[in-house]
């Protein structure tokens, strides 16, 4: 059996790559393996739990639930992309300070939901906030301490 | 100077590497010239294999071997029991493992046939399908009862029944307490606990080394120590020929401790073969069938009352569900006996289990392990018997609680760490106090009246456990200062979250006299420390946290003997601090640690007779039995009397698990456990048809919690230090998840007014379709 390769290019935090792939590998295969950007975590495969989140095109898509080549010409943003050098974002100094953490597995697909939510919601409330991240599955914290990370991010962010 | 950072809320030093995306985890890790695995599941829950073919499969183009039990040879053997069972008198225990790939019979549906091992995982998921399976399916074994009736079908022929283990333990006369007793309340309750999901599955990577001869295998278990000594007995290799590394672990809860996972075998065996690296990583949909779940139990219960409501004694007869083998001993249904004594005095007690075979996925322990269905059947008793001899609920429990002076208070039967069931410390009614004060308890009636005034159902709960944490046997650690000023600290726990780099190193920082900052702990790899047992129990910052305590306390000798020579001074004049050591008042004398760790490891001239290197200690510790940690939870819902929908209004926990290492961290571990006592309460179900066929093996229709589901908790604690170890620590992993399902009960039934219908909630999980069921039938 001989598998069909295709030609892509895709943006990854802002640096391009140019790779061959076969038509059924996923994005999230890609990142992980192909671009060995290994902090985009897969959880469930079926695009519930939302570990895999990521930006395609400036908004959160779940890696899962795509496939390589449908990235094609596309740019895309991870969990690497997120700190300045050594300095974390807002949101991932406040789930720092608020322990909004623990295994750490789901927390680069809540980065990748909660920050583009902030963009767009300066100034959330606890309910918003919670209905923001209720696509993203956290077995570990009960989301409390997320929740108060986000708001503790916001905050800042309004200055 | 000494607590500096102990009781701190110190922020966590792991988080950097997990907030940016730079921590390790199984699937992370890329070796030259690795092969990908893929194990083909039996489909059947019951049934005698006929055929495995993977003839078809060796011929597609990128595999390079498939392997069923008949390539196995003598390597194929039922796996090692990893936890015996205690000595209890007059115990049956019918010890069945499975092996790594099934060979005459499959018992549950998930238990592999057949691995592939090809260049990729693409390939090996495709070459699955090539693979001709027949199974002569034979009935399967789904209910406890139904398992042990008269001509059922055998899960294990050669045992000639069902019952996997029988165990009678208890202490006074229940018959006694029966005939004094003025009220006698009967009921039959059923328990399930779900699966842990960690949102990370299950993942191995190994590499054989055979020109050194050495295995390397990266493994998200909990207890790497115990896979490297197992794996060391099944290969005929020595100990120091193996290393396990449990690397960043994406949430254990319980199953990630279980061995051998059949995968754990058949990636080094098959690595041998091939001398190549392998990797597998399960599936999200894998997951729901080949990693251990904790499902249920059935309860026939008494409890014999004075008509005040004092408790005089407790009969329990119960069922519980091991799975198709028992690898794991009787570490949940022993839990569950146990802890069903809750806070209470409890004179007169028998109790009474037996263990099933079914054909269902093995049960091993998950967050709680069995505590829950303890803590449900006495919870809920006490429940209707407050009902019943018209006291009131929060009252019927203050009244039965041991006294703060009765500790050690000795329960008379044998924990699962083998030690007799005894209260190392506690103080149960300012608990108790607290948690009523914090919902708002007293004013609680009136609220309910003028909410239901405006068609609004609240209900109030109130639930209380202990939980026997931190046993042993031991764990060890050793500390060392690095010449360049940074602490290094190393066990043999694995970590999953925990919060393990952070509390141990606040434990070294204040001994050492170094910012928290500086102490980097290794866990879970087993050239960096080679004994221990693992992280479970509620034991890791017991156990492993006083091993850590005592290898620092010597190096802190170290470093005071090392600068008073320096210094030509008394130890008694030196202070620790800021990574160095100073002369106290006088100025400018000082010498940092660096320095006196190159200065502890020279390089020329002679040393003293038995001088050691460095600025180093390996230290163990083991407590004589477990720490008894204790809480209160209590809860205000608001529940739709007709879709049965309910919404959390407010969720008290108010916890003592002795003295506090990390405020910030404890919180997260009790809320997280919470969370997950609320799913199982609520939301979680293992749905399973009478094939023993999974119905809801995915996480859309499997539901765990999400952030709309799991309220804002209000938290409070007691201190009530453990005398069992010198930190007065007790654990507090499990704690948060063990009294959810009595509370959701309590709850519903006061929200819906299910007392004066004569409806009855004695099962966990609950729902809102079955709620609807329970009122439907009572008409």
Redesign the interface.
């Known amino acids: 059996?001989t598998t069909e390769r295709h030609a892509i290019s895709v943006t990854v935090n802002g640096v391009r790559h140019d790779k061959t792939v076969?038509a059924?590998?996923l994005l999230s295969?890609f990142i992980?393996?192909e671009l060995?950007?290994?902090?985009?975590?897969?959880?469930?495969?079926?695009g519930?739990?939302g570990?895999c989140t990521i930006w395609f095109d400036g908004f959160p898509a779940r890696s899962c639930l795509m496939f390589a080549v449908q990235a094609d010409g596309h740019d895309i943003a991870?969990?690497?992309g997120?700190?300045d050098n050594d300095k974390?974002s807002p949101l991932?100094q406040a789930?720092?300070?608020a322990?909004g953490?623990?295994?750490?597995?789901?927390?680069?697909g809540i980065?990748m939901t909660m920050s583009h939510f902030l963009a767009s919601n300066p100034a959330p409330d606890?309910q918003a906030?919670?209905?923001a991240?209720?696509?993203?599955?956290?077995?570990?914290?009960?989301?409390?301490?997320?929740?108060d990370a986000v708001l503790l991010a916001a905050e800042r962010m309004r200055g | 100077m000494e607590t500096r950072y102990f009781g701190a809320s110190v922020k966590r030093n792991e988080d950097q590497r997990l907030l940016t995306g730079q921590a390790l985890f199984i699937d992370d890790i890329e070796l030259p010239g690795m092969l990908h695995a893929a194990v083909l599941r039996s489909a059947v829950a019951h049934g005698r294999i006929v055929t495995v073919d993977v003839s078809a499969a060796l011929k597609r183009e990128g595999v390079v071997a498939a392997y069923t039990a008949q390539d196995l040879g003598d390597f194929w053997q039922p796996g090692p029991l990893l936890v015996p069972p205690p000595p209890i008198e007059g115990s049956v225990f019918n010890l069945r493992t499975h092996a790594c790939l099934a060979k005459d019979k499959v018992r549950y549906a998930g238990e592999p046939l057949a691995i592939v091992i090809a260049a990729d995982r693409y390939i090996a998921e495709d070459a699955l399908a090539d693979i001709v399976v027949d199974i002569e399916i034979l009935p399967a074994l789904v209910d406890l009862e139904a398992a042990l009736a008269k001509g059922a079908a055998l899960v294990h022929e050669d045992l000639g029944s069902n019952i996997a283990a029988h165990i009678h333990q208890g202490k006074g006369d229940y018959a006694r307490a029966a005939s004094r007793a003025d009220h006698i309340i009967k009921r039959r309750f059923l328990y399930e606990h779900g699966i842990s999901s960690p949102i990370e599955t299950r993942g191995i990577v190994v590499q054989w080394d055979a020109r050194g001869g050495q295995l390397t295998m990266w493994d998200t278990t909990q207890a790497p120590v115990f896979v490297r000594n197992g794996l060391a007995a099944v290969f005929g290799l020595s100990e120091r020929q193996v290393r396990v590394i449990a690397p960043f672990v994406g949430g254990g809860f319980g199953p990630k401790i279980m061995m051998f996972y059949p995968e754990e075998l058949l990636l080094p065996w098959a690595a041998m073969q091939l001398n190549r690296p392998i990797k597998w990583i399960e599936d999200r949909l894998e997951h729901f069938v080949a990693t251990t779940h904790e499902r249920g139990q059935v309860h026939d219960s008494k409890i014999a009352l004075t008509k005040d409501g004092k408790i005089l004694g407790v009969k329990d007869v119960f069922l519980h569900d091991s799975g198709a083998y028992d690898p794991y001993g009787l570490t949940v249904p022993i839990n569950s006996q146990c802890t069903l004594l809750g806070p209470y005095v409890i004179p007169d007690y028998d109790s009474t289990f037996t263990c099933v075979f079914t054909n269902l996925p093995i049960v091993t322990p998950y967050r709680g392990a069995g505590r829950q269905h303890g803590v449900f059947v006495i919870e809920r008793l006490l429940d209707i018997a407050a009902h019943e001899l018209g006291i009131d609920p929060a009252e019927i429990r203050r009244r039965n609680l041991i006294p703060p002076d009765a500790f050690p208070y000795d329960n008379e039967i044998i924990y699962q760490d083998f030690a007799p069931l005894s209260y190392d410390s506690g103080d149960y009614e300012p608990v108790l106090d607290k948690a009523l004060s914090a919902i708002g308890y007293a004013g609680f009636k009136d609220e309910q009246a003028a909410a239901r005034a405006k068609g609004k159902h609240l209900g109030i709960a109130v639930a209380a456990y202990v939980e026997g944490t931190g046993i042993g046997p031991y764990e060890g650690a050793r500390v060392q200062v690095q010449a360049n000023g940074r602490v290094s600290v190393a066990t043999g726990i694995g970590t999953q979250g925990q919060g393990h780099y952070t509390v141990f190193a606040q434990i070294v920082a204040d001994q050492v006299g170094c910012d928290v900052r500086d102490v980097d702990v290794v866990t879970g790899d087993t050239d960096r420390f080679h004994w221990g047992a693992g992280t479970f129990a509620s034991r890791g910052a017991v156990v492993a946290g006083n091993a850590v305590n005592e290898a620092s306390k010597v190096v802190r000798q170290k470093i005071l003997t090392l600068a008073a020579e320096h210094f030509e001074c008394a130890e008694g004049d030196l202070e620790l601090g800021q990574g160095q050591v100073s002369i106290v008042g006088v100025r400018g004398q000082a010498i940092r640690l660096s320095e006196l760790a190159q200065k502890a490891n020279p390089m020329r001239g002679a040393v003293k007779p038995g001088a050691e290197p460095g600025l180093e200690s390996t230290q163990y510790f083991g407590p004589p039995s477990g720490a008894t940690a204790s809480g209160v939870h209590a809860m205000i819902v608001e529940v739709d009397p007709e879709t049965f929908t309910l919404a959390i209004r407010k969720y008290v926990i108010v916890h003592d698990c002795g003295t506090v290492i990390n405020p910030l961290i404890l919180a997260g571990q009790i809320i997280g456990g919470a969370a997950q006592g609320i799913g199982n309460a609520f939301y979680e179900k293992l749905m399973y048809d009478d094939a023993g066929q999974l119905l809801n093996a995915s996480l859309a229709d499997y539901l765990l919690p999400t952030s709309l589901d799991v309220p804002r908790f209000v938290l409070d604690h007691t201190v009530t230090p453990s005398p069992l170890n010198p930190l007065g620590i007790k654990g507090a992993g499990e704690a948060g998840a063990i009294p959810a399902g009595p509370l959701f009960a309590q709850a519903i039934e006061d929200a819906l007014g299910f007392k004066a219908k004569g409806i009855e909630l004695l099962e966990i999980p609950l729902s809102p379709a079955r709620l609807w069921e329970l009122t439907q039938q009572a008409g």
């Open positions: 059996m076969e059924r590998m295969d992980r393996h060995l950007l290994s902090g985009t975590h897969v959880g469930c495969e079926h519930v739990c570990a991870t969990v690497e997120l700190a974390l991932q789930m720092h300070e322990h953490l623990q295994c750490g597995y789901c927390t680069p980065l606890e906030v919670r209905e991240l209720s696509g993203n599955l956290c077995r570990c914290t009960g989301y409390q301490h997320i929740v």
